[in-house]
């Protein structure tokens, strides 16, 4: 609901049922056109279903509003028919007798819908929806209605999206990049700060509603995410009465419970939930081969490593909500929400051979490595609308505080070696905290007919801080200490939205962000961190095309900020052999994205198309080499520097099908090009590769007599591009088995994932000058489990309009997932159902 309102000002943004692709419309057609609007306050209402109905009641041309309220009915033969315009929690709106001329176009002007408060009994009724809906700026993935990620959480989700990829490890990336900011219902969490994968473990699939994916943003987003922005939207109550559900799963890799709870009177709700999730029996093994050439000498170094992996995890998210209509125009509403995790990983017997080639001397130990990862999230919000008699204006104010405070320790302890010094334990203690705190203040008014004026201000005050303490034999390598990072960014931006004629709609825009940066060691000196501004543009052009159909070219200047991961100073050393280590004095990545959409209908099917064009300068990139420490002969270091360039070109295709009312199917199919280089002049540390990715998923489901529908999902990722090598495809596929009972107030599932194949391998290798390595990672995912769900409850119908605050802006994981880019696609070509009555 906050995208949708927070791009409002699209004018020309409808959903209109046309022609099938190819056919021309009837000769001197018409074409209906207006705007619907709340007939208490005034304020345009988004995506409600209109109908032009024939003599007989059948349904001539059909659209779904855009989220200014404005329809067209386009292909209209000249004659008299009845508008049926309906949304859910309002009156449905007849208008016989409307009579239409040959050829033109029609403008009935505003359309007013009554506000209806029907009782629901114990069962909320929705209106039913695609599980994939593109629009104009965006694409919606509907995870309530998706039931094989039942018992999962937000990675399973997340890997169903057609926009998104996410690897095994659980890390996501949007057309082959990573630099994406995740959005909780709009807001920003520091439950992502440090990592993407382990914040989305943290969010159970069953409470997702929907996944927006929003690739070209406007000027009102922050200038960040240089591929895209995500918000989540999880299940909220915004019915009036009272609604209580648990459900929760158990199976052979996890177990589930969820507690959710709502009430709403008068001019107040509430919301109070609860969620938790345990993961075990998770077994796997890692093995790996690397030789590395000293720089000074020339020498080389083989090394091999094998050992045994599991892991066990637990995790809880707890929410608090509230808001309160102070009258008809002006609203309040409050979050508070904590979120925690506890993982401990192990790798039992560790065993590692080292060979100096020159002399053939070989070094052997087996150690037991335990890495734990704790941590606990603070998210408070409070935000005020205000509303205006004129509709399309309005005015908010936006706050957040968000604390993450984390934990990462880990203990090394050699038990056996050739070397008796190598004997005995090494250990690394790093708590930090990341701290935010943000003010945002947004307005807009139409200035004219079919415009719209957007204008912003907003500020982000930062604060990070890691101490890291080491043990054992690192304690006599590295020194303890603490580094403090300070960041603010204050920013304004400038929307404008205008119809042009002949079917265009134009918005180009323009912000304004300048950071002061500041950090600091307790001993030691940081260096200089100079402040930086930028001005972002971006444009987003428009064309309906006759039939219905429509075209939509964008462009926007981006930025990528560092996060902790990056610059965090610790050396992270659980396996000796492969340390890694942040950066502070990391400069931020720049972007320019293209992106051209197209979409039909062909028939009863939807059709998606689009292509894409990102350049990114000044890419922060990995470096990997010789430790070149004695102690630890033929180690690698993982470094992170501002020296890399990527391009990426590619397009995608995606189509859903409905045959009748039991059976829908949905495809996509994505494809780029991925080019790197890292700019360094030194033949020894110079890299660049290229390549193309491939990937692709396949859902379908069908309703089954006596209320049991079965879902089965498959998902392919090929081959990633990364820098300085590659790493392999893998599959993953699942299916669902639900059964509703209880007028559909309780259901009852199966589902499995991976069934036919017991483990997955995944399989990485990194080659240049100095280094050679290659690592096999093997994971059994093969699950099964079964999940119930129960709700009680009677609730009204109440439509509700709410904001929310955004940070995205900084990069977060470096890792090489894929991408099935599509182009935002206009609503024109993505028409809903319309909404059923609710049942009595």
Request: one cysteine or more.
């Amino acid at each position: 609901m906050l995208l949708r309102t927070t791009l409002m000002g699209l004018l020309v943004t409808v959903s209109t049922v046309a022609p099938a692709f190819g056919q021309s419309a009837p000769r001197g057609a018409a074409q209906l056109t207006g705007t619907v609007v709340d007939g208490s306050t005034g304020a345009a209402l988004g995506y409600a279903s209109v109908a032009a109905l024939s003599a007989a009641g059948t349904v001539v041309s059909g659209s779904v509003c855009g989220a200014d309220g404005r329809f067209v009915l386009p292909g209209l033969a000249a004659g008299a028919y009845t508008l049926r315009i309906s949304l859910v929690g309002y009156q449905e709106l007849l208008r016989p007798g409307v009579a239409v001329p040959e050829g033109g176009t029609l403008n009935l002007g505003s359309l007013a819908l009554r506000p209806a408060a029907r009782q629901l009994g114990e069962v909320e009724v929705t209106a039913k929806k695609p599980l994939i809906e593109e629009k104009i700026d965006r694409t919606v993935y509907n995870a309530e209605l998706d039931e094989t990620t039942r018992g999962g959480d937000a990675t399973d989700v997340l890997r169903r999206v057609p926009l998104l990829s996410v690897d095994l490890d659980g890390n996501l990336s949007l057309r082959g990049s990573q630099n994406i900011r995740v959005l909780l219902n709009g807001k920003p969490s520091t439950i992502v700060a440090n990592s993407i994968a382990d914040g989305l473990r943290q969010l159970p699939a069953d409470q997702i509603k929907a996944v927006e994916v929003i690739t070209a943003p406007s000027a009102r987003y922050d200038a960040e995410g240089s591929a895209g922005i995500i918000n989540i939207i999880t299940k909220t109550n915004t019915l009036r009465g009272g609604q209580l559900s648990v459900d929760g799963s158990a199976g052979t890799r996890s177990a589930t419970l969820n507690l959710n709870g709502g009430y709403r009177t008068g001019k107040m709700g509430f919301a109070l939930g609860g969620f938790g999730r345990a993961g075990y029996n998770t077994p796997g093994s890692f093995a790996s081969g690397q030789l590395t050439t000293s720089p000074a000498t020339g020498q080389q170094t083989r090394t091999t490593q094998a050992a045994d992996t599991r892991q066990n995890q637990l995790f809880g998210r707890y929410t608090l909500g509230w808001d309160y209509d102070l009258n008809a125009r002006n609203s309040l509403a409050a979050s508070l929400t904590y979120g925690t995790r506890n993982a401990t990983f192990y790798q039992d017997a560790l065993a590692t051979s080292t060979t100096a080639l020159a002399t053939g001397n070989t070094a052997t130990s087996v150690r037991n490595v335990q890495t734990t990862d704790d941590s606990g999230t603070l998210d408070a919000s409070l935000s005020y609308l205000r509303t205006y008699a004129r509709p399309q204006r309005e005015l908010s104010v936006l706050t957040l505080y968000s604390r993450n405070d984390r934990t990462y320790r880990f203990a090394n302890d050699t038990y056996a070696a050739s070397d008796a010094n190598a004997l005995g334990s090494a250990g690394n203690d790093n708590p930090s905290l990341n701290e935010e705190l943000t003010a945002q203040l947004d307005y807009q008014t139409p200035t004219g007919q079919n415009q719209l004026l957007e204008v912003g201000l907003k500020n982000i005050r930062r604060v990070v801080r890691s101490d890291y303490r080491y043990a054992g034999q690192l304690a006599i390598t590295q020194a303890d200490n603490t580094f403090r990072y300070y960041q603010n960014v204050a920013a304004g931006y400038l929307a404008y939205t205008v119809a042009l004629p002949h079917n265009f709609t134009f918005k180009p825009g323009l912000r304004y962000e300048y950071t002061a940066l500041a950090a600091e060691y307790d001993r030691g000196a940081v260096g200089e961190l100079p402040d930086y501004g930028l001005l972002a543009p971006s444009a987003s052009l428009l064309y309906k095309l006759p039939n219905g159909n429509a075209l939509r070219l964008a462009y926007n200047r981006r930025i990528q900020r560092p996060s902790l991961q990056f610059l965090n100073p610790n050396r992270q050393a659980a396996n000796p052999l492969l340390q890694t280590e942040g950066n502070p004095a990391l400069r931020p990545e720049y972007t320019s994205n293209y992106e051209l959409g197209y979409s039909t209908l062909l028939g009863q099917a939807n059709l998606s198309f689009s292509a894409f064009a990102r350049t990114t300068s000044g890419s922060i990139q990995s470096v990997r080499g010789p430790l070149g420490a004695a102690a630890y002969p033929g180690a690698v270091l993982v470094a992170y520097e501002n020296i890399g360039q990527e391009s990426a070109y590619g397009g995608s295709a995606f189509g859903s099908l409905d045959v009748g009312t039991k059976f829908s199917m949905s495809a996509g199919l994505d494809a780029y090009y991925l080019a790197l280089r890292n700019n360094v002049a030194d033949p020894l540390y110079a890299a660049r590769n290229a390549g193309l990715v491939l990937s692709g998923r396949l859902y379908a489901s069908y309703a089954l007599p006596k209320n049991w529908n079965l879902q089965v999902f498959g998902f392919y990722r090929g081959q990633q591009v990364q820098l300085q090598g590659a790493q392999s495809n893998f599959a993953v596929y699942s299916f669902s088995l639900k059964h509703d009972f209880a007028q559909k107030k309780g259901s009852l599932g199966l589902g499995a994932e991976n069934f036919f194949s017991p483990s997955n391998a995944v399989r990485s290798e990194a080659t240049g000058p100095l280094l050679a390595q290659r690592t096999t990672t093997v994971q059994r995912i093969t699950s099964f489990k079964v999940y119930f769900s129960y709700r009680v409850g009677k609730l009204t119908a109440e439509p509700r309009r709410r904001k929310g605050v955004q940070n995205n802006d900084l990069k977060l994981d470096e890792n090489g997932g894929g991408s099935q880019g599509t182009g935002s696609v206009p609503d024109a070509a993505r028409p809903a159902p319309p909404a059923p009555a609710p049942k009595k």
